[in-house]
């Protein structure tokens, strides 16, 4: 008789815990909030335009990653048409001078040292090291909890050429980092390779995955990438209910036994998996009465991902020779909340997916951080109207911004969509509006969290609330991870059967 697992959450861990354990048996049920799977991982439709959220690169799009190999387990990768942008992104300052972050390490080294020459030491230290990481592929098949000595011995017997590497530029941020540099707009370009109090080892990661070309754009967004692996779930026969908001998690006896809708209705299963929101699942749906110390530490101290003020704007015109990802200065802060205002603008041309605007125009997006997530909650639940209010200023502020750095936008504003950390709480349910969970810092590493809680029994967690670090590949893995977990506990192989059609060459099923 097979057994039966309820999953909350249809975002892109719970559909990549649903495919691994249909792969091997299991009768599954996802049980999502929202009308649409995908959670954070989203595109959506504004008059003529598709408005895409999440994806600015997917790690594993190119086969010299082995996140390919993970991927090619749920979809067809040969079908989807990355792109690989020659620049990571450009970044300039007051006076129009600009420094282009090339993705080939060769180009980017030219152009640091031609804009900086000041900074040549450091910079070939810097380049040099993202050299050495693009040959860096860890192992992902099996779950940590399920290693043995022989593959931790392995794992450390690859790692051992970087531990130098690791140990030099692991305990510094994007930030401190920075300050080596004697240019400013060199310091400025290296604090912003990603979130500044980010570890600089994960930005030369990403640096590296785009070198190799294993960080691609899939064409078509968000939304079509997350439903390319929702059909593959329901391929697989796994079922999922939308509108359907878990309040609470069932225990008889120390042990999930199902769920409790928020129509009060309830479901059972032998095991429960929640890849929703860690904090609600944690302190709501449990009601406090089960965790661990790692992730009780967590919420107590760990900083997270910055919610998001995400500014999207039509424009009926292209926009040739600009770059795809731009930092630029304003000509003067912009108060964004009570709290938080910026003196740069983080914007995206999208003029690289003709899917997602007509021929002729073009989506531009802005997202905005900030961590006053409370005061656009606050906003959304007491006071509508200025709550719209403030929308209509930032996406006014925002307009204003482009004009003046691109010009000829205001004439041709064909759709203005703005979403607040209200928007995404309400759509996600992410604690603080928080878009990818548990941010890496050099006080904190990369060490991911447990999937289980103590004195719960048949209850896994999967997801960014447990895979720290953010993007797809670490959500993925998380699904499988609990998969494996749940097949081990049952004592059976974990099997993996790729899309059909698309492994002819190759075994039709492979066991870990």
Known sequence: ?????????????????????????????????????????????????????????LVGSGSANSFYDRWSELIDMERIRFVDHEEYARVEDEQGRFIRLFTNVDKLEDELLQKAPEDEAEIRRFTRAIRQLASLD?????????????DR????????????????????????????????????????????EMTLVFSMMTLAWMHTKSAGYPIGGSMRFALKVAHRYQRLGGRIHFHSRVDKILVEDGQAVGIQLADGSQHFADYV????????????????????????????????????????????????????SLLFPLCAPVQVDSQTAVNDLYLRIHNFDPSLAPKGKTLLTVMIETYNYQFWQTLYEESPEQYRAEKERIAETVIH????????????????????????IHYTNNW????????????????????????????YLCGHWVAVGGGLPTVLLSGRDVAQLICHKDGQPFIVTPPAGVEEHEKSQLIY
């Open 138 to 150: 860890l192992p992902s098949e099996k779950a940590e909890e399920l290693t043995n000595l022989w």
């Open 401 to 424: 911004a482009l004009e003046h750095r691109l010009g000829n936008i205001q004439a041709h504003v064909e759709m203005t969509d703005v979403a607040t950390p209200a928007t995404f």
């Open 273 to 324: 998996i929640s890849a929703a929101d860690g904090h609600s699942t944690i302190f709501k749906m449990l009601e406090g009465k089960y965790s661990n110390p790692e992730l009780l530490k967590a919420f107590e101290s760990r900083p997270t991902f910055p919610a998001l003020v995400f500014v999207a704007i039509g424009v009926g015109r292209t926009f040739e020779g600009e770059p795809h």
């Open 1 to 57: 008789m097979k057994k039966k697992v309820i999953i909350i959450g249809g975002g892109m861990a719970g559909l990549s815990a649903g495919c691994y354990l249909r792969m091997n048996g299991y009768d599954t049920d996802i049980f999502e909030m929202q009308d649409v799977p995908g959670g954070v991982c989203t595109s959506w439709q504004h008059g003529e335009y598709t408005v895409d959220f999440c994806l600015h690169w």
């Open 153 to 196: 011995m392995k794992t450390a017997w690859k790692m051992l050429p970087y531990l130098g590497l690791f140990g030099k530029y692991m305990r510094l941020s994007n930030k401190e980092y920075a300050q080596r540099f004697k240019n400013p707009l060199l310091r400025k370009a290296i604090t912003n390779l990603f979130e500044p």
């Open 432 to 459: 603080k509006g928080s878009f990818e969970g548990w941010l890496i810092t050099p006080e904190n590493g990369m060490q991911q969290l447990p999937h289980q809680l103590d004195g719960l029994d048949n209850f």
